[in-house]
């Protein structure tokens, strides 16, 4: 027989604040995307230590990009227009970070 936390899961409404189980997978998939978007500066910290000076790896950039989209997602769908605003324009810097990068390397290998 399993245990009533398991069989009765009503705690987990409580300790993510929701009041519905629609409103469980949003709060999953927003923490998610915020565990995505903040593990970017365990990336930067990391190769920072390696090279013994402040670097910003590609991962970076590609962390921030997929981190951001599934945060704006999740704010659309919250209908939140901080998070909305606040991730709709780190978007277009991660992006733009990431196109300056592929031309460099265009470049280098012409």
Same mark, same amino acid.
């Given at each position: 027989?399993?245990? !009533?936390?398991?069989?009765?899961?009503?705690?987990?409404? !409580?300790?993510?604040?929701?009041?519905?189980?629609?409103?469980?997978?949003?709060?999953?998939?927003?923490?998610?995307? %915020?565990?995505?978007?903040?593990? /970017?500066?365990?990336? %930067?910290?990391?190769?920072?230590? @390696?090279?013994? @000076?402040?670097?910003?790896?590609?991962?970076?950039?590609?962390?921030?990009?997929v981190g951001a989209a599934m945060l704006l997602v999740?704010?659309?769908?919250?209908? !939140?227009?901080?998070?909305?605003?606040?991730?709709?324009?780190?978007?277009?810097?991660?992006? /733009?970070?990431?196109?300056?990068? @592929?031309?460099?390397? @265009?470049? /280098?290998?012409?």
């Open positions: 027989m399993l245990p !009533d936390w398991l069989t009765e899961p009503e705690w987990l409404k !409580d300790l993510l604040l929701v009041d519905s189980w629609a409103g469980v997978w949003l709060a999953l998939f927003g923490l998610l995307a %915020q565990g995505i978007f903040m593990s /970017r500066m365990l990336v %930067q910290w990391i190769a920072s230590e @390696r090279a013994r @000076r402040s670097v910003m790896p590609v991962a970076f950039w590609w962390l921030s990009l999740y704010g659309v769908m919250r209908q !939140d227009i901080v998070i909305i605003l606040a991730q709709a324009f780190g978007f277009v810097v991660y992006l /733009r970070n990431l196109w300056l990068i @592929r031309v460099e390397i @265009r470049a /280098r290998n012409s």
